[in-house]
């Protein structure tokens, strides 16, 4: 089994049951990926496995912090000791170093986590970014707005995507640019 395939069935397990919402997004976000399969070549594994388990740290069971990206790459380092590079890219999905910072968390995030190569993170905040909470692409304004509407305009998420979104919409471009097209989903 591959890790993309143990990873569908790890989120399954752990976000089918308590959040469909959220199971249906990771589907969604597992579909983007696969489409970025040709210009990731060998690595096209790693971003599905991370767009799969990306979101498991809303898991109930799993909230250690409250910030899912820290909760969701130490289940995923603790537990299941998974490759180094899947638990970062889970740990920094979506531009999560502003959200760490609003939460006061940043440092501990950093220190637990390194950065991953740029063209992975980018690859995943895509596939996050254009996907909408019921799975459905979309492009990235109204993903934006979607979060916006969804936390209201001061709470702590939305706070940090406010931050964030010069970094999410950079991070779709490179994708859309590396792809030879402009992909608004």
Sequence with gaps: MGQAEWARD???QLLEEPLPR??????????QAESLAPILGPEADLLIA????HDIGYTPDLIDTGFHPLDGARY?????AADEMLCRLVAHHSC????????GLIDVLNAEFDQERPELV????????TTSPDGI???VTDRLAEIHSRYGPEHLVSRSIRNATPCITSAVRAVQAA???????
């Design 50 to 53: 991370s767009a799969w388990l």
């Design 96 to 103: 999560a170093v502003y959200e760490a910072t609003e939460r």
């Design 22 to 31: 959220r199971w249906a997004h990771s589907q969604g976000v597992a579909t």
């Design 122 to 129: 980018e690859a995943l905040t895509y596939c996050d970014m």
């Design 10 to 12: 790890l989120a399954k």
């Design 179 to 185: 792809f030879g097209q402009s992909r608004t989903v």
């Design 137 to 139: 692409p979309l492009d």
């Design 76 to 80: 995923l380092r603790d537990v299941h």
